[in-house]
């Protein structure tokens, strides 16, 4: 773990794989949108300062969990269970991000909150990074706890991580299809988030919509 114990290797990976990963967003949303022929929403200025914000959030978040890695209480495996270890990362996660989600859309002030992230009904290129600072900032001590908690396999949870930035990549993909998913959430599924505010909370699989009676097909 060699990276994590060195201070500035640590902070400028941290920084560059944050960079790499928006201008791929960008990329990548850009790209699907041009060969698929989408209409995308209009890029504001409020769009492109609160994106700045958030990815700088996504790397100051960073702080407290660092803080505790370096001082012994919080401690990564590289051997041991990475399969396990993703598989709770992803489900647990999965089912603790459908119930904030959830909260996020009828209770204040964490309405107010992700009412930002709303104010997009479809996409541009950037709208992964359209939210409160406050979102980003939790969903960064979550995995803090997380790690605080449980001893997990350094590697499980940088692969966690990276899946959670392509899900939302993918998830905010601009559509006209109404294939609805199977299992996995995906474009079609968070579009009609967005547009029917009160359904299809799940954040990578449409499971706890379906046990708790939120999802919504499109007709």
Not at 101 to 126: C, G, R
Not at 157 to 167: D, G
Not at 176 to 187: A, S, T
Request: a positive charge; aromatic letters at 18%; glycine letters at 4%.
């Amino acid at each position: 773990m060699h990276l994590l114990d060195n201070t500035k290797m640590f902070w400028g990976g941290l920084i560059a794989a944050n960079i790499l990963m928006y201008l791929c967003t960008i990329i990548i949303s850009y790209t699907w949108s041009k060969v698929y022929n989408h209409t995308t929403l209009k890029l504001t200025k409020h769009d492109v300062f609160n994106s700045f914000i958030i990815v700088t959030a996504n790397i100051l978040v960073a702080i407290p969990g660092y803080f505790l890695f370096k001082n012994g209480n919080i401690q990564f495996t590289t051997t041991d269970n990475f399969f396990l270890d993703f598989a709770l990362l992803f489900f647990a996660f999965d089912l603790v991000m459908y119930l904030l989600h959830l909260v996020s859309h009828f209770i204040w002030p964490f309405k107010k909150f992700h009412d930002t992230h709303h104010s997009h009904e479809y996409f541009n290129a950037i709208s992964l990074y359209v939210m409160a600072p406050a979102e980003s900032i939790l969903f960064g001590l979550l995995l803090t706890a997380c790690a605080l908690f449980i001893q997990l396999n350094v590697y499980s949870f940088l692969v966690f991580i990276v899946l959670n930035w392509a899900l939302g990549v993918i998830g905010h993909l601009n559509t006209n299809n109404i294939k609805q998913p199977l299992l996995f959430g995906n474009h079609v599924f968070h579009k009609t988030h967005h547009q029917h505010a009160n359904s299809n909370f799940g954040f990578y699989t449409v499971i706890w919509d379906r046990v708790f009676g939120t999802y919504h097909k499109i007709k």
